[in-house]
């Protein structure tokens, strides 16, 4: 039967179609994209979401194009300014109520947005070498970081809210190492060749990190560093009882071994030019950090015995010998102050005392850094300053310093300290070390000035690295003023990718993705988690304060195998399963939706994770039925359904019981495959010890594979998803001979395939029966002999 | 033949007002003397602020109606007029009152007059001739063309022609078709269906049997809400009697053409009344509106085709087949036609059920009809349409009701309703009233409809709560507009109706609200103050021994003073006090402090 043909304007385009035919099939064949929630080509059309809207000349209002047919002489207009704005404000106003986090609060925190849910969970079902593969997605140095790390992650883990964080950091070390101390470490794979070049001045951490994922897309990089060995204040800022050198060396080999060219002791403006390496490379990269000292500027700080933090530490650890008094002062509350002062009591000292000009609440040092020195007796006083410093000869004599209050913020937020009148006092000391903050030289990049700003700091893009110069892009704490180590990784990393967009003659842009998060509609509150059990962190082992005092060994110890597990078992899991497949997500970037533009009430719901395999966040249901519909309409069953009105309207498994004891659900798994967010998702079970499940879900990128079901003999379309070598799901296929129908068995009875081959089968008790060649074919079904 | 017949007005507005009471003692009396009297109920008569009405029709035809008949009333009206034959002058609801003389009764013709549970006085009064007419004299298509040369529109909202909607059914393809009643009548405070079918149930039943016959229908459904059990009992009577007389049934009058009607109690959801929702409801499923196309013209209850009609547009297919089409669409404007029934309520002299012809101008119906307002306020607004219409200020009074000219203003002719408003009634409180209404009846489907409205009525508290910023009405504007253009049903398409007229006709309220904290009506608790008027207060403590919260301090005979921390603003004080001495004000409270 031909189908009538009718003629239409689409657009701007006139168009011949057969009658009969929704618009939005219409825009599909002409590769207009029109976003839709609550359209389902295995359903009827609805209309609920209102998001799929066009014009129509002639039309009452907007219609959805996912119902509404196509008319001889048709006027139609899919994307003009008033479709999307509306569209967009439908979007807003699902995402107004729709309460869920896209990504975790530790993801987000953390300055190279390392997906730290994905490999605690891995962790947890015991994925390690997953979970390795997951951190070095974002940072090349996870052994290092796992050590020195100040673990903003850690402070924004909603764990605070229950009892403690989860020890993220640890648990990086934990894998990491695992790795990195096995013989046979992780190597990344490569794209081809480019034959593109790329210069990196500065073998830090940016630098390293850059010409990490630079190398791994094929582009032939070379570092040039100014010291001896590459790792820059990882190597030559951190004092070795926190960075054991072996670690630091091995890592960065890790890094190098890909194909990277190595040139040390190269120094810009002495030993190369900047304008020089223009010409040589397809592009260049600094990272050449902020090396230089603060001074105190108060009388008499040019004595040798007053010393420069960075400068201490880096003779220090360079194994150079350095003077140092009984009794030292550390001016300053940074970490470089609080390794400067260990170091010094490591050193012999006998008395050493951190001053610092604000409180504890203020210090930048990282708060388990502070315990640790004041455990292993440094003295740390609060809200006083250096005034000046008094010599007798050649030795010191004392400290001048006066008391300090705080007074109005400042532009940091933070409240600004000043001087108590007449409250100075003196305190003796032998050797006073200044750390009260770093600058670049940049001196050697005088020569390119467009690159500089009028204080002589380079000023380059925050998220891009790019400079003022085309080709030239910077990274680490040149870029950003000192700073933590993964933030000058993160930067690596953000460079490289501006070196791939510019070698590609695209301008170097910051990707950005929309992120649904809770705090932006409803702060979340330690109430939300009243019924989560409270577990205590695990302790690491460390070095006593007595044992580590006096010597430069490493005093945290790492976690073992059940610790790592038990721990990383304690993350709630705060980002939602469907991360890499909302709809919803995806269409609020692509219409630039605010979640909080029409802010009001919000809808709480607990999350229902009574049902075996699929878990249910009615907070994050945008009520377009698919599931109800899909559950009654295709499956015939109707276990799911609406309740209340209005604003209230909620969907619930019959007589809004628990999923898990609704009785007429036969687990088929269609409601999820319907679900166009995350408020239906399937509990991957990759972590399965004795064919039951444990462990976490984790959202993870997946490949798919198109095949068939192998369970029984229909052999229903499916597709096989993987992440690495890990099944993680099968999902439904719309083709023959199920058209998207799936039973139990083949959706969510596959968690065996995961199990390793040496590990015991069990009996339908749950007891490991005996391996043997033929009980395993037989459980295939193929028939033996005995 | 009596002496004398006594009517009592029996819809729910005379019960309420206690008519059972004087339907007794008349009852009584007639017992007593049973060849002078006889007693008899009937619907709504119509002016239902003098609710219980009771009219005496002497033998010689002459009719008295008298209004408020308490129990000492009525032992008058037997004392005096039954056995003095004195009528009781000051009592009477007089005819010629422009109540009665402004309006023109097609659909509540019988209403008043007959017995609604006496089949033989529906009869009397023609009825059943119409049915008969179309079933022997016309063709189901001649029908239709009556129906279509009669300009009647659907007196359920949207005013849809009849004839032709009826044609479409009609033109449909199926073996099996439905005819249903809409009598789930969800506005708040509209009536009218719920008199009609209290009070001339038959009508409404030969309309629809009519309609059946019109689309070839042999199934019929009437959707009555469930708190209309008088309705729903008299509905029940009626079907009995015209199926024991064969009009109703197999083979009616033994025409061939059959017809079964089947009664639906419905649970109440506003958003059922929604043609494609009530369907949902009569098959058993969640009420809730599905996309149209298909209309239930080719797609309806059960996938047949079904038309559904209002009660009051059934109402009105006897009359039009009694005297023409076009004798019909003599009466009314030129695309409104025939007559429209209001419920006309609020702070109205004279309210009740009346029934104007379409071009009636709003003033003549609420001034002359209704008498003007009460304790003669202001004129503030009128309310029609209920949560789907607009409120029409004082300027806009000449507007003649009908479709277009309503729909022109902003508000819509709807169901309805009309609720009178004078000075004392805040806008925008009104605007959040109608609102939090549609909000909580959002069958939750539309993203605009379900969390929209919530917004936006999200806003109005804000506003009447002294919160509001002037953003905040661009915000209403802007969501307002996209609710009424991407919803899927008339819930949420009208559902931005009231705030978008009190924006238009009222923003300097708004402003008021959000800019001078200030409510001019003095309504919204949050902008108020309570205050004791020195010069009137006499330290009688009255106030102090109502006011709950013992926010009233003084002692006798001294000056009180109210405590604005302790006061909840209930006004307790005000009622009691015989002096003034209480005064509200509004406008004096600082930002900062109202929480
Ligand atoms: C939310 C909503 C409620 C409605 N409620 C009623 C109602 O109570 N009674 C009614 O007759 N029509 C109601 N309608 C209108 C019906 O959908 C339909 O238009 C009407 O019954 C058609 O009859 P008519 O053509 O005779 O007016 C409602 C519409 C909506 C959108
Ligand atoms: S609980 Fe887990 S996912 Fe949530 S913030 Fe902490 S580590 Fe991240
Ligand atoms: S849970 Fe159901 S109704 Fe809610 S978003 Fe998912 S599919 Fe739609
Ligand atoms: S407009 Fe409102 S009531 Fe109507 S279908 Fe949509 S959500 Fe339901
Ligand atoms: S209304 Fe068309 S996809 Fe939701």
Redesign the pocket.
Known sequence: MSKKQVSIDFDGRKLIVPEGKTILDVAEEQGIKIPTLCHDSRLEPYGSCWVCIVEVEGARGFVPSCATKVRGGMVIYSGNENVKSARKMALELILSNHYGDCKPPCTLTCPSNIDIQGYVGLIADRKFAEALKLIKKDNPFPSVCGRVCPRPCEDACRRNLVDEPVAIDWLKRYTADLDLFSGKSYDPPLTPKTGRRAAIIGGGPAGLSAAYYLVQAGIDVTVFEGMEKAGGMLRYGIPDYRMPRDVLDLEINTILRLGIELKTNMRLGRDMELSDLKKDYDAVILAIGAWKSRNLRVAGENHRDVLSGIEFLRDITMGKDVRIGKRVAVIGGGNTAIDAARTSLRLGAAEVSIFYRRTRNEMPAHHTEIDDAIAEGIDIRYLVAPVAVEADGDSLKSIELVKMELGERDASGRRRPVPVEGSNFKAPVDTVISAIGQYADSLPLEVMEELLDKRGYLKGDEYTGATAVEGVFAAGDLLTGPSIAIRAIAGGKYAARSVLQYLKGKTPEHQTEFLSKKDDLLPVVSDDFKDENRIPGEKMKTLSPEERKHSFKEIELGFTEEQAVREAGRCLECGCQDLYECKLKEYARDYNAVAARFLGEVKKHPVDISHPFIAREPSKCILCARCIRICLEVQGIGALGYMYRGFSSLVVPSFDVPFGEEQTCISCGQCVSACPVGALTEKIQLGVKNGISIGKTVPLKERVEEGYCSRCSVGCSVEYRYHGPLLTRITDRNEAVNYGKMCKKGRFEQSFLNIPVSEKPIDANGNSIEFSLSCRLKSTGIPVKE | MPEYEIIIGFGSCGIAAGARRAFDIFAEEAEKSSAKISVKPTGCIGACHREPLVGVRESDGKQYLYGEVDEKRAGEIINRHIHGGEVIRDWLVKPDYPYFTKQKKIVLANSGIIDPENMDEYIKVKGYKALKKVLFEMTPEELIEDIKASGLR???????P?GL?WGFARNSMGDKKYMIC??????PGAFM?RSVLEGDPHAVLEGMIIGAYAIGADEGFIYVRAEYPLAIKRLNIAIAQAKAKGLLGDSIMNSGFSFNVHIKEGAGA??C???TA?MASIEGKRGM?RLRPPYPAVKGLWGAPTN????E?LANVPAIIRMGGHVYAETGTEKSKGTKVFALAGKIKRGGMVEVPMGTTLREVIFDIGGGIQGDKKFRAVQLGGPSGGCIPGSLLDTPVDYDSLTSTGAIMG?GGMVVMDESTCMVDVARFFLSFTQNESCGKCTFCRIGTKRMLEILERITMGHGGMEDIDKLEELAVKIKVASL???GQTAPNPVLTTLKYFREEYEDHILRKKCPAKKCKALIRFKVVPENCTGCTLCVRVCPTGSVHGERRQIHEIDPDLCIKCGLCEEACHFDAIEITTGDIKAGVIS
Do not use: H, M, Q, Y
């Open positions: 659907g007196r359920g909202g949207a005013g849809f009849t909607k809409n009598a789930d009548e969800g506005d269906d506003f958003v009344g929604e043609e009530l509106p559904i009609n209002n009660v547009t169901s049903c008339a819930l």
